[in-house]
Nanobody, 122 residues
Framework: QVQLVESGGGLVQAGGSLRLSCAAS????????MGWFRQAPGKEREFVAA????????YYVDSVKGRFTISRDNAKNTVHLQMNSLKADDTAVYYC???????????????WGQGTQVTVSS
């Protein structure tokens, strides 16, 4: 069982940056694949980025490649999403998720945080 708490959301102008954090509690954080998802108003939740258990492997949705960076610190049980060059289309509630070790693309996630709002003004 893993509990996840996101932080770092807020209001930012287009072109600005935000850094989201996800603090995990529970056992064996380093054995989980971690991911970030987002859900905009009236839209389905979509995958944003994932990182493997060691932090070596990452995967991003095309729309954020080159702008977002996912990272993790297994010693601190945290995962981050650095978001640069933000656009109005990035406005959404962002969720942290944890899942078993497996493929980063299309992987399964069993545990979810409550989400943090990111609003980008144009």
């Amino acid at each position: 069982q893993v509990q996840l708490v996101e932080s770092g959301g807020g209001l930012v102008q287009a072109g600005g940056s935000l850094r989201l954090s996800c603090a995990a509690s529970g056992r064996a954080f380093s054995t989980y694949t971690m991911g970030w998802f987002r859900q905009a108003p009236g839209k389905e939740r979509e995958f944003v980025a994932a990182i493997g258990w060691s932090g070596t492997n990452t995967y991003y949705v095309d729309s954020v490649k080159g702008r977002f960076t996912i990272s993790r610190d297994n010693a601190k049980n945290t995962v981050h999403l650095q978001m640069n060059s933000l656009k109005a289309d990035d406005t959404a509630v962002y969720y942290c998720a944890a899942g078993p070790i497996g493929p980063l693309r299309g992987g399964r996630y069993d545990f979810w945080g409550q989400g943090t709002q990111v609003t980008v003004s144009s």
